[in-house]
């Protein structure tokens, strides 16, 4: 398996697997106890759409659950909740 550094990640555009821009990485949240991701979150575009595979925290940014994601290369590929 591919190891990628939180660092590389930070800025990626984040799309669902539809093409639609849900905005880009801000950081990712982790459970402070287990060490596990919990949720990207994500600086929003000016218009979201209805059908974002999270939802909003109380600063207007997208928390997208880390199980959400497809893939991760040049951008990060979500999918909605199933």
């Known amino acids: 398996m591919n190891e ?3 660092r ?4 990626k555009p984040i799309v669902g697997i539809d093409g ?3 905005g880009t990485l801000s950081t990712v949240t982790m459970d402070p106890e287990s060490g596990a991701l919990r949720d990207l979150v994500v600086d929003r575009p000016s218009r979201l759409s209805s059908t974002a595979p ?3 925290d109380d600063d207007g940014r997208l928390r997208i659950p880390v199980s959400h994601i497809e893939t991760v290369n040049d951008q990060i ?4 909740a199933d």
């Open 4 to 6: 990628l550094l939180a």
């Open 8 to 11: 590389n990640l930070s800025g």
């Open 20 to 22: 639609t821009d849900f």
């Open 54 to 56: 999270g939802r909003p």
């Open 77 to 80: 590929v979500v999918r909605r």
